[in-house]
């Protein structure tokens, strides 16, 4: 897994390894490089989400996670039709206040991950 980031949009690279049926289905039969998905932090993920859901675009998936006081809320949203990507919408925040975290909290949850073998937003 790699994250880079340019402002509120963030780009994701992953690997899909065995048992991890969430991004399977989008992976290159081939193994060429293909792009799932792109995230956006927001401030409001249900006013974003509600918003493309009514434009015909529904929630595919939703979720909240926590860790003490941290807390992630996101939605992934079935845009593949018309813009051959998912749209992501992303709020992190730590003691109730919003922020975009920087490239060591993201590595620290990328090697967490990667000890426990499991992805947390999936």
Do not use: K, N
Not at 96 to 114: D, K, M, Q, S, T
């Amino acid at each position: 897994m790699a994250l880079a980031r340019y402002g509120s949009v963030e780009l994701e690279l992953l690997e899909p390894l065995e048992g991890c049926d969430f991004y399977t289905p989008s992976v290159d039969p081939e193994g060429r490089p293909v792009l799932h998905h792109i995230g956006f932090f927001v401030e409001d993920v249900d006013g974003w989400a509600d918003h493309l859901d009514r434009a015909g675009y529904p929630i595919w998936v939703r979720g909240r996670l926590g860790l003490g006081p941290l807390r992630t809320d996101f939605a992934y949203m079935d845009t593949v039709g018309d813009a051959g990507v998912v749209v992501e919408f992303i709020c992190w925040r730590i003691f109730g206040r919003r922020f975009v975290p920087p490239g060591p909290v993201l590595r620290a949850v990328g090697g967490l991950e990667r000890r426990l073998g499991f992805r947390l937003r999936s």
